[in-house]
């Protein structure tokens, strides 16, 4: 009994314990400091900003930490709400992503359909009250000087704390598959990642991430994107970026700068890699042999990022030549297929058309190979409600093998195969369903292709059997 109290005991001083641990959310990713200013940065690196600063200002600093996306304002309201002495927010940094514009419109007083549903909306409206008149955006050259002119002060910005409900995902389950090397493809980046994100929700496995969260995962997902212009792209209303968000991307890609506070971008790697401009030298290899197969450019600097937290995602492209078309693939080691993918793959083909160009030919398919595919925690609730409004039913793309026209005659089935302009390219004959299935399987890649004939030809093996006239895509009468 004495045992069982002290165990008690215990379990009541470590519980007491982790609730008052601050703060409640991503507090690895986070700098610590025991002031009264929490500072918010884009993509600048948090560790770069906090050791430029003094002494002085550090001691004035409650906590430093990066916002990469919208969806991180979630837990800077909820964070700070958990700890009423914090007086100011600063917000400096680079906007690759436009999470700080973002963050700024909401102090603004904006509704966000992305602010969790468990924030109530007169917490919202105190957090935007107070802090509107308490934050300051600033340039980092400023930052030094804005902490230092801050006063210290022990008004507490709200009353009391707050600790809200975590944000509810829906359980997520995950059916058997292949496991690895997942072929997707489709005429158009959103029409594709619309399909990448399907297969990682049906199944993908879960685990933990090095960001101290829960991931979903496939292993090597393969993306085909047919026919997307960069320059004209078709972006619909559920993509997260619009045209002008794509602009401000395609630099990252398509030069060699770099953004201050980044320590690279692919571009720089692939554009200025020890002084070598890669995707120069696939057009000049190109251009000399266009059989190459070292048309080939890497991002991946082995005595930098062997051992390196911050390695590039995006490791090499390889462009090879058939005939009048230019294709392009790309090796991802990780890509974030909800947050990244798209704009991604719109800047890879970005390159290929810019290859293309300079050597007179025709943009091939595109291939995204993505090795570690998945999308994290913080955005299941919102990838899976944009899937159930916009996620077509049937999937159905053109076969890129061909089609197939189904005739019954002479006591027969006849199975004719054409191209995608239908001309004739071989002929399979059968008594049933069987034995044409046997001949004309590995001649489809789509998956409703497949059940479509498997329908028609069960029809077509009803027709022969009942002597009655067969005609495709017609309702069987019998």
């Known amino acids: 009994m004495l045992l069982y109290k002290i165990l008690v005991s215990v379990y009541i001083i470590y519980m007491e314990q982790k609730q008052n641990i601050w703060p409640k959310y991503y507090a690895n990713q986070l700098i610590i400091g025991k ?28 906590l430093i930490g990066q916002l990469y996306s919208k969806e991180g304002i979630n837990y800077i309201v909820r964070n700070l709400f ?43 409206n105190e957090f935007i009250n107070y802090f509107r008149q308490h934050s300051l955006f600033v340039e980092v050259s400023e930052l030094e000087t804005t902490i230092k002119n801050l006063n210290s002060s022990k008004q507490k910005w709200t009353q009391a704390e707050v600790d809200f409900n975590d944000h509810l995902i829906k359980e997520v389950n995950t059916f058997p598959s292949e496991k690895v090397g997942f072929r997707i493809e489709g005429d158009t980046v959103s029409k594709v990642w619309l399909k990448v994100l399907d297969r990682i929700f049906k199944f993908g496995f879960d685990k933990m991430s090095a960001y101290d969260e829960n991931q979903r995962e496939l292993v090597n997902v393969i993306t085909v994107i047919n026919n997307d212009n960069p320059d004209n792209p078709q972006l619909p209303s559920f993509l997260y970026f619009n045209k002008d968000d794509l602009n401000n991307y395609y630099p990252q890609m398509m030069t060699d700068c770099t953004f201050e506070g980044v320590k690279y971008t692919y571009g720089s790697r692939l554009r ?44 090499l492209v390889q462009a090879l030549v058939q005939g009048d078309f230019l294709y392009l693939t790309a090796y991802f080691r990780s890509n974030d297929m909800y947050r990244a993918w798209p704009q991604n793959a719109y800047g890879l ?13 025709k943009m091939g398919k595109l291939v995204v190979i993505s090795s570690s595919a998945h999308i994290y925690e913080r955005d299941f609730f919102d990838a899976k409600k944009m899937l159930e409004q916009y996620k077509p039913r049937l999937e159905c793309e053109i076969d890129p093998r061909g089609n197939f026209i189904i005739e019954v005659t002479n006591n027969k089935i006849i199975v004719k195969h054409a ?55 017609k309702n069987l009468s019998i």
Not at 352 to 360: S, V
Not at 437 to 463: P, V
């Open 35 to 62: 002031g009264n200013i929490a500072v918010v940065t884009g993509w600048t690196k948090k560790e770069d900003i906090f050791e430029s600063l003094s002494s002085e200002a550090k001691n004035k600093i409650s």
């Open 82 to 124: 958990l700890n009423p002495n914090i007086n100011f927010l600063i917000v400096t940094g680079k906007d690759l992503s436009h999470s700080l514009a973002e963050f700024k419109s909401f102090l603004q007083g904006e509704q966000k359909n992305y602010i969790h549903e468990e924030i109530s909306k007169d917490k919202i």
């Open 272 to 315: 200025n890699h020890d002084g070598i401009n890669q995707i120069q030298g696939i057009i000049d290899e190109l251009k000399k042999e266009n059989y190459s197969r070292r048309a080939i450019a890497f991002t991946w600097n082995v005595e930098d990022d062997h051992k390196s937290e911050k390695s590039p995602c995006l490791d």
């Open 349 to 361: 083909l970005k390159i290929q058309k810019e290859i293309a160009d300079e050597l007179n030919l």
């Open 419 to 473: 191209d995608a302009e239908g001309g004739f390219l071989q002929e399979f004959h059968g008594k049933n369903l069987c034995e044409i299935r046997d001949q004309i399987s590995g001649f489809m890649t789509d998956t409703a292709h497949a059940m479509y004939m498997g329908a028609e030809l069960f029809k077509a093996e009803i027709c022969l059997k009942k002597q009655i006239p067969y005609i495709q895509d």
